[in-house]
């Protein structure tokens, strides 16, 4: 059984810094984090293949979010600064076996299993 468990959430002040933790119950080729705010649909923050061949931003987290993991320990890490408002969402990590996400790291179609989420709350 596919296990992904998201940490690191919580609540930070506009400008602030979150580190977000996804801890896989094995390898896969993808992953990546979402998120979803109140009334909009699931975007696409980061994705990364394989040990970092081919890496995902959105162009509202580019340049504020660094996407890495340690394949050693099956985790996947999503580090946020310069954190703002509209960045206020329930953040979820996804992850595929395949390799045909590899293109397609942002769109949540390329992704098979997803954790349960974990809130992040900006404030000013």
């Known amino acids: 059984q596919v296990q992904l468990v998201e940490s690191g959430g919580g609540s930070v002040q506009a400008g602030g810094s979150l580190t977000l933790s996804c801890t896989a119950s094995g390898y896969f080729y993808c992953m990546g984090w979402f998120r979803q705010a109140p009334g909009k649909e699931r975007e696409g923050v980061a994705g990364i293949y394989g040990s970092g061949s081919r890496i995902y931003y959105a162009e509202s987290v580019k340049g504020r979010f660094t996407i890495s993991r340690d394949n050693a320990k099956n985790t996947l890490y999503l580090r946020m600064n310069s954190l703002k408002l509209e960045d206020t969402a329930v953040y979820y990590c996804?992850?595929?076996?395949?390799?045909?996400?590899?293109?397609?790291?942002?769109?949540?179609?390329?992704?098979?299993?997803w954790g349960q989420g974990t809130q992040v709350t900006v404030s000013s």
């Open positions: 996804a992850a595929e076996r395949g390799t045909s996400c590899s293109t397609r790291l942002g769109e949540p179609q390329s992704y098979n299993n």
